[in-house]
């Protein structure tokens, strides 16, 4: 399995909760405007929070004496169990009224890409690349998301949430039998 193709893997991943709760959000009619600026702020915490992951990461692997491959599995795991836990509590639906409710929204969606990049060092040199890639799935799924609950069904929404956390523990696996 190629770097890129993992890394893209790694984001569409941690895009699932935000596409789930765009699903939702977009039953609420938002006009244009704000589903972009709520698909561009989401994109900018996806760069930002595993950024700041990285920085803590680094500082763990280095002072800690713990295989990085175990650190990956550990924190996809629980990413992974956590957003198949999510899909299955009712989630209520916010408005989006502020640029306040918008940053909230963005941050809590944004928790899981902190963890993952604690171990996307070890995953990859491409730092940089990576961020791009988080930045690109998690603004596109928001936006599709938004766009597609107008359309189809809530339920939709805890069927990705599932699919992106069996991905993140199969990532999880994968990294520790690498």
Request: hydrophobic share 50%; glycine share 10%; proline share 1%.
């Amino acid at each position: 399995m190629s770097t890129l193709f993992t890394i893209f893997l790694v984001g569409v991943s941690l895009s699932m909760d935000t596409f789930s709760l765009s699903l939702c959000y977009g039953t609420l009619n938002l006009n244009n405007k704000t589903t972009i600026i709520l698909s561009v702020i989401v994109g900018v915490f996806h760069f930002l929070m595993p950024l700041l992951g990285i920085t803590i990461g680094n500082i763990i692997i280095d002072n800690l004496l713990i295989n990085g491959n175990y650190l990956i599995l550990m924190i996809f795991s629980i990413i992974g169990i956590d957003m198949i836990i999510e899909a299955f509590k009712e989630q209520e639906k916010k408005l989006l009224t502020s640029f306040f409710g918008i940053l909230i929204f963005a941050f809590s969606v944004s928790i899981d890409s902190f963890s993952t990049g604690i171990g996307l060092k070890l995953m990859t040199d491409n730092i940089l690349g990576s961020l791009i890639i988080f930045t690109l799935t998690s603004s596109t799924f928001t936006y599709c998301g938004i766009k597609l609950g107008k359309i189809i069904n809530t339920r939709l929404g805890k069927i990705s949430n599932i699919i992106g956390g069996i991905v993140l523990i199969f990532l999880g696996i994968y990294f520790f039998f690498k």
